[in-house]
């Protein structure tokens, strides 16, 4: 039969000095090659000169949870946290779905779980681009989307319990949409006092606010006092396209 090999080699021997290597050298089709080596302190698999304390070349395979940083990876299938660190980056299997989980213990199922309830300054998520190639018009930078008809969560849900606004929305450096702690909404307003600001602070006389009905409708806006009473106002789309105002409560008629 063929039977591997352990080598031990002395690089350098001297007064005080000892360098040197155990490999383990196995036959692969049919010739020698080193298949784990043990250099400088070093271990490395599928490599002679291994540069860090462990270095392997090749694909792995793992049946278990695996951890860097902790001895028991009970919070993922994958689990690396730096020293010092009280929780760690996951990757986890939970209810057949995949999920990451970063600087959390929580066990919930989400597909991406970030908690950052240490953090004093800076951002919980970024993603950024400088790149000239995102030309297209069709799709966004970031694109959150449910593809299923029978689905009955909301695509998107921001949820602020501190002081600060619920939503900023900026272009070229400026902010131009806001949603405040409040629930105010304002559109070239960063403070929106009221339910809904649009303002703006320049020379153009195009119109800031705009009402189209494309098709055989009228273009109408309602006032109404809940239960009591509406005013209508609008464009009567089937009376020469009068401009009308009206009153009632349940249904617009202009």
Not at 16 to 28: K, N, R
Request: hydrophobic content about 35%.
């Amino acid at each position: 039969g063929t039977f591997g090999q352990i080598q031990v080699i002395a690089d350098d021997v001297n007064v005080g000095t000892i360098d040197g290597s155990m490999s383990f050298i196995l036959p692969v089709n049919n010739s020698y090659a080193t298949r784990m080596i043990i250099k400088d302190g070093n271990v490395g698999i599928g490599t002679t000169s291994p540069a860090a304390l462990f270095s392997a070349v090749g694909n792995g395979y793992f049946t278990g949870n695996v951890g860097i940083g902790e001895i028991n990876a009970t919070g993922g299938v994958l689990s690396i946290k730096p020293t010092g660190a009280t929780t760690a980056l996951a990757i986890n299997q939970r209810n057949n779905a995949r999920s990451i989980s970063i600087d959390t213990t929580a066990t919930e199922n989400h597909a991406i779980n970030i908690e950052a309830s240490s953090l004093t300054t800076g951002l919980g998520l970024r993603v950024y681009s400088n790149s000239s190639g995102l030309t297209g018009t069709g799709e966004g930078f970031v694109e959150i989307s449910i593809d299923h008809t029978s689905a009955s969560q909301s695509a998107l849900r921001i949820d602020n319990d501190g002081t600060g606004s619920a939503m900023r929305v900026f272009d070229s450096g400026t902010e131009v949409f806001t949603i405040a702690s409040t629930g105010n909404v304002g559109i070239g307003d960063t403070t929106p006092s009221a339910q809904l600001n649009v303002s703006r602070n320049d020379t153009a006389t195009n119109d800031q606010f705009r009402i189209t009905q494309e098709g055989t409708g009228d273009a109408t806006m309602e006032f109404e006092l809940s239960g009591v009473q509406g005013w209508y106002v609008g464009i009567d789309n089937s009376d020469t396209n009068q401009l009308k105002t009206t009153y009632g409560y349940g249904a617009s008629v202009l």
